[in-house]
């Protein structure tokens, strides 16, 4: 299991973040989806053998949003949050 974060500075409102959860959870191989409006951002847990980075960020980006350039955190499982 890999988790990544992504910036997504237009995510501002509840209904925006249920719709960037809602496109997430729908790339193949995603697990978990936490979303935190005070900064932004998406941290998805997912399978790396079915999705990538480049997969997560693409169905963000197919849905209309623009995935901010802060370099996204990568960590093994996202139990340390490391």
Not at 45 to 57: H, I, K, P, V, Y
Request: hydrophobic content about 45%.
């Amino acid at each position: 299991m890999q988790t990544a974060t992504l910036n997504i500075p237009a995510m501002r409102t509840e209904v925006l973040a249920i719709e960037v959860a809602k496109v997430l959870e729908s790339v193949a191989g995603v697990d978990k989806v936490h979303i935190t409006l005070a900064d932004t951002t998406a941290r998805i847990g997912f399978d790396e053998s079915l999705a990538s980075l480049a997969q997560l960020r693409g169905a963000v980006q197919s849905a209309g949003y623009v995935v901010g350039e802060e370099p996204a955190r990568h960590s093994c499982c996202g139990g340390c949050g490391g």
